[in-house]
């Protein structure tokens, strides 16, 4: 089985860029092996452009920031696209509502494998371009990276910590890629 772990999010505007930062820092930090194939990558806000790559995976994972009502920066959601919790509009910017309509998209014409998303609360920034997390994000990252690392071995891939590289320091080199 393939599973995709998509990290979506524009890196340029701080905490919306998380998804991203998480995909690489699972990257750099994890080994994974085992009878699955892992395959992570950034989505960055590629969105439509993204249908061939989703539809050739078995399971997909996807980090992401939503929108939610009366939420707190950094509180951490995880569902299945299936069955998105009415509280979650995910419309807090424009990647995120392509990333939906992909996904809709995708489903209405048959061909959407399982996804699971992992998604948090971002502190939404104006027009200055910014590579810091706030610290709320940076905290619920913790449980973000956790739950991206027990949807895994739910899914029988074994992770091995290899590293241990800071989630602000690889947001800071996430533009060079990794």
Not at 59 to 66: E, F, G, P, T
């Amino acid at each position: 089985m393939k599973i995709l772990v998509l990290g979506i999010g524009n890196i340029l505007f701080g905490d919306e860029g998380i998804g991203v930062h998480l995909s690489n820092l699972l990257k750099l930090n994890y080994a994974f092996s085992g009878e699955n194939e892992v395959e992570i990558i950034d989505g960055g806000t590629l969105a439509q452009m993204l249908i061939p790559l989703i539809t050739s995976y078995d399971k997909v994972l996807i980090l992401d920031c939503v929108s939610v009502n009366n939420a707190n920066v950094g509180d951490v959601y995880y569902f299945d696209f299936d069955n998105v919790p009415n509280i979650i509009t995910w419309a807090g910017s424009a990647h995120e509502v392509e990333m939906l309509q992909t996904l809709r998209l995708t489903a209405i014409n048959g061909d959407l494998p399982p996804v699971k998303i992992i998604g948090i609360i971002p502190e939404v920034i104006g027009e200055e371009t910014a590579f810091l997390l706030s610290d709320a994000v940076k905290e619920g990252a913790k449980q973000m990276e956790s739950l991206a690392i027990q949807y895994l071995q739910e899914n029988n891939v074994i992770v091995k910590k290899v590293d241990d590289r800071d989630l602000q320091e690889v947001a800071n080199g996430s533009f060079r890629g990794y």
